[in-house]
């Protein structure tokens, strides 16, 4: 069960990165999907989340900046980050409810992508 988190990069302030998760083709469907962001030392925060009816609610930091969605048949999540600031500086991870085959039946867990390194330069 895997989901993996790509698009991470450098970019000056005030620019835009688009970050994508997507999911093996050991993945049935996935439920909720949230990103979340990590700097060292500090706890993961949780960034945005989005439901598979596409409701979504995002962190008061990113808020009118940072836009969640996804692709429910290409069974990938996207993080359309704008106005970056140095702040925005982080690890960011995907997280999604995901429907797979677990111990022999349909079942849901939990699962991460790998980090994706965002770096904004001031």
């Known amino acids: 069960v895997q989901l993996q988190a790509f698009g991470g990069g450098l970019v000056q302030a005030g620019g835009s990165l688009r970050l994508s998760c997507a999911a093996s083709?050991?993945?049935?469907?996935?439920?909720?999907m949230a990103w979340y962001r990590q700097t060292a030392g500090k706890q993961r925060e949780l960034v945005a989340t989005i439901t598979s009816g596409g409701d979504t609610t995002y962190a008061d930091s990113v808020k009118g900046r940072f836009t969640i969605s996804r692709d429910n048949a290409k069974k990938t999540a996207y993080l359309q980050m704008s106005s970056l600031k140095p702040e925005d500086t982080a690890v960011y991870y995907c997280y999604g409810e995901v429907v797979t085959i677990v111990a022999g039946a349909w079942g849901t867990l939990g699962a991460w992508g790998q980090g994706t390194q965002v770096t904004v330069s001031s």
């Open positions: 083709e050991m993945i049935f469907s996935i439920n909720d």
